[in-house]
């Protein structure tokens, strides 16, 4: 079994809102948990997805364990070294083994540099390679990403989005990481472009020995690029397995929700409607805190276990590396 | 088959693109029709045109130079009337080598013009719903007030308090709960699926008969997506509006759609019903049709976690148009027969099955057309 390349353990994260002018006057000001308590560990070579509506947590949970964010508590364990009060000095030489595809295509593509520079940049933040050595090396990564020579010398703006994603990718893989948190790697791309990104992200594992945290909110990618799956809500994991058991026998009501979504958009039968609100952080919670939308604690008749502020919902182990953070599940 | 309430007859829309020095054939010769009643879902990746056929027909096209002919007809209590009548002398096109060299476009004639020909047809006959809902409202006024505004200004119900009730009866309509709170909140207040509800509501309280909605599901959230999808279905089905849907969610177009019109490069390249156009097994399809589906990971591609069949290259520019099939770069079923063909002429749309038109050379209809 490989080792354990990434171990989270009850991470958080609090955002602090101030409103206004009298909680600025008297200090008070109203924390948002956005990252509640996650524990996970990713093992070298491996791809974990996690998935969950927008605004529950998925972004802040990458930025969070490549501490582009300082978290509010709990511990990350990056190859053995815990990274959680690294200081930024501290951090710089583990920074190149952990990289960031991020969701937007322009981010780190410097609007006034061509290609060909942004690349060289990104191989000299580190080194200090020869002239040749950088020649190479920026062959080799047209060629990991199958970009063609000609785009060099380019801008970005003459780009397009596939093409972008691709530089954004050699880019990260010029520091030659071990474990890439892909934010929403191919939410801003069209579909065909999608396909041949996923492909080329898979490719590169297979070659480089990638390990990646997969933050998406598209669901068959997610099971298919995923050995396991973790999904979120309001801060929280919720449930957690390998892809298979999480898309096919979910255990989460939410989960279920989430996957059942996917069919409903597709079967063709007019179905009952079903009602369940949105999401809200600053509703106060007590118990579980999917209660409000969950069709199961309506169907068992409001049990008050959902609702007793003493008990949110432990993850329990059902087996098979399984968890879910349910009473009836 | 009924008379079409919308027609469209070789729509061309062009742009004018300052960084690339160049015309942008955003459409090109885009023809469909939209019966009473039936939903026409166009699907492609962006760039193919869906949007700007859309936003021609509605004439909201503001870009210079724009919409610069074909025709558009619509249907409306009895009579026919081309939208675009009678604009083309105000238009002339150089083009030299497939490429656009000049647009001579008289833009303040033909806007008059078009602004007469649309008088009481956009908002009334062809009502709309945006991608961003929260763009498309007015963030200064409450939903009840536009709600308002539009149903006076569009139907019979000209009182304030039987347009209010009208008001409110839509948004129970579109499923917002507590309507009568809502009525009073103002968009900045409400979640993305329900200002996507609002706008659903304004667009049909109008009583348009053509509904063009463009990505409503983009940028909703999964569980947002699948309800919102739901409502249409359902409205759809008690209102019988016709509609054109613009995604490029494969999966939203095959729910909602009757039949399906899959654009690339600013043509239609292959239209005919739904369930033909994406029944796993078509006896004939487009390439592009078919590396679209490939391209979303199937049940199949999931479980075998085999690569994903993705379209190399990119989507066309469409500045400089290929003098044969604009999809003919990216296209893996050239065969040594018929590369000739593909490479130096565009296939027409050949009708391969009753209803079932494909612009492709494989297929002998487009040969015989």
């Known amino acids: ?39 996970f ?28 964010t300082d978290p509010s508590g709990g511990r990350i364990v990056f190859d053995g070294h815990d990274i959680t009060r690294l200081s930024r000095a501290e951090l710089r030489p583990l920074r190149r083994e952990m990289q960031m595809i991020f969701q937007d295509l322009d981010a780190g593509l ?102 990646y945290l997969f933050i998406s909110h598209d669901l068959p990618v997610v099971e298919l690029v995923s050995e396991k799956v973790a999904v ?11 892809a298979e058991s999480i898309a096919h026998q979910p255990r989460h009501p939410y989960t279920r929700i989430l996957w059942s979504s996917l069919a409903d958009k597709r079967s063709t039968e007019v179905r009952a409607p079903r009602t369940w609100g949105v999401f809200d952080f600053e509703q106060p919670v007590s118990g579980c805190r999917f209660a409000p939308r969950c069709p199961l604690y309506q169907d068992k008749g409001r049990p008050a276990v959902c609702t007793d502020p003493a008990s949110e919902p432990p993850l329990r182990d059902l087996g098979k590396g399984h968890v879910v953070a349910c009473h009836f599940a | 088959m009924d008379a079409p309430l919308l027609a469209v007859e070789d729509l061309r829309t062009y742009f004018y693109s300052r960084a690339k020095r160049a015309f942008i054939r955003s459409v090109d010769g885009v023809s469909l029709h939209v019966a009473p009643g039936e939903t026409l879902g166009m699907v492609g990746e962006s760039g193919s045109g869906k949007s700007v056929t859309a936003l021609s027909a509605a004439g909201l096209v503001s870009a210079a130079p724009g919409v610069i002919g074909g025709r558009i007809d619509l249907r409306s209590n009895g009579t026919r009337r081309n939208l675009l009548d009678g604009l083309e002398r105000y238009v002339r096109v ?38 961003n809902p929260r763009s498309a409202l007015n963030p200064y006024s409450t939903i009840g007030t536009q709600l308002v505004e539009t149903i006076r200004l569009h139907t019979s119900a000209k009182g304030e308090g039987e347009a209010r009730e009208r008001a409110l009866h839509w948004l129970e309509r579109v499923r917002i709960d507590s309507p009568r709170l809502r009525f009073d909140n103002f968009p900045f207040g409400m979640s993305g699926g329900m200002c996507q509800r609002a706008m659903i509501a304004m667009a049909l309280s109008a009583e348009p008969s053509l509904l063009i909605a463009d990505e409503p599901t ?75 589906l490939g391209s979303v990971p199937s049940a199949d591609t999931i479980r075998r976690k085999s690569y994903l069949q993705a379209i190399e290259g990119e989507v066309l520019d469409t500045i400089e148009v290929p003098r044969g099939c604009r999809f003919y770069g990216r296209c893996n079923r050239v065969t040594e027969a018929i590369r000739e063909n593909c490479a130096g002429l565009e296939p027409p749309l050949g009708e391969v099955a009753p209803g079932h ?3 492709c050379w494989l297929y002998p209809a487009a040969r015989n057309a």
């Open chain 1, 41 to 68: 560990y990713l093992r070298e070579n491996e791809t974990v997805g996690l998935v969950g509506e927008s605004g529950c947590g998925k972004t802040t949970i990458g930025r969070t364990v490549l501490r582009l």
């Open chain 2, 94 to 131: 150089q083009v030299q080598d497939g490429r656009i060299m000049a647009v001579e476009k008289d833009n303040r004639g033909w806007r008059r013009r078009a602004e007469a020909l649309m008088q009481g047809v956009r908002g009334k006959e062809i009502a709309m719903i945006f991608q």
């Open chain 2, 218 to 292: 983009t940028g909703l959230d999964a569980t947002i997506q699948s309800r919102i999808v739901e409502l249409l279905a359902e409205l759809k089905a008690e209102t019988g509006t016709a509609t054109l849907l613009i995604s490029h969610d494969i999966s939203v177009i095959q729910r909602l759609s009757d039949r399906i019109a899959v654009m690339y490069g600013g043509t239609v390249v292959e239209t005919g019903r739904a369930a033909k156009v994406l029944a796993p097994q078509a006896e004939a399809r487009h390439p592009y049709t078919a590396a679209l």
């Open chain 1, 110 to 211: 410097n609007p006034k540099m061509r290609v060909h520079a942004i690349l060289r940049e990104a191989l000299t933040v580190y080194e200090r390679p020869s002239d040749a050595e950088i020649a190479r090396r920026i062959r080799e990564l047209l060629e990991q990403v199958n970009l063609k020579d000609s785009k060099l010398a380019n801008f970005p703006a003459e780009l397009s989005g596939g093409e972008k994603r691709r530089v954004g990718i050699a880019r990260v893989l010029a520091v030659r990481p071990r474990l890439i948190v892909a934010d929403e790697p191919t939410s801003a791309l069209d579909v065909s472009i999608q396909a041949q990104v996923v492909n080329l992200l898979r490719d590169l594992q297979k070659h480089l020995g990638l390990t």
């Open chain 1, 232 to 242: 979120m809500y309001l801060g929280r994991i919720v449930e957690m397995g390998l």
């Open chain 1, 1 to 39: 079994m490989s080792r354990t390349i990434l171990d989270v353990t009850d991470l958080r994260k609090d955002y602090s809102q101030r409103r206004g002018l009298i909680s600025m006057l008297t200090g008070q000001e109203r924390v948002i948990p956005a990252v509640d308590g996650v524990s």
């Open chain 2, 357 to 359: 038109k494909v612009r």
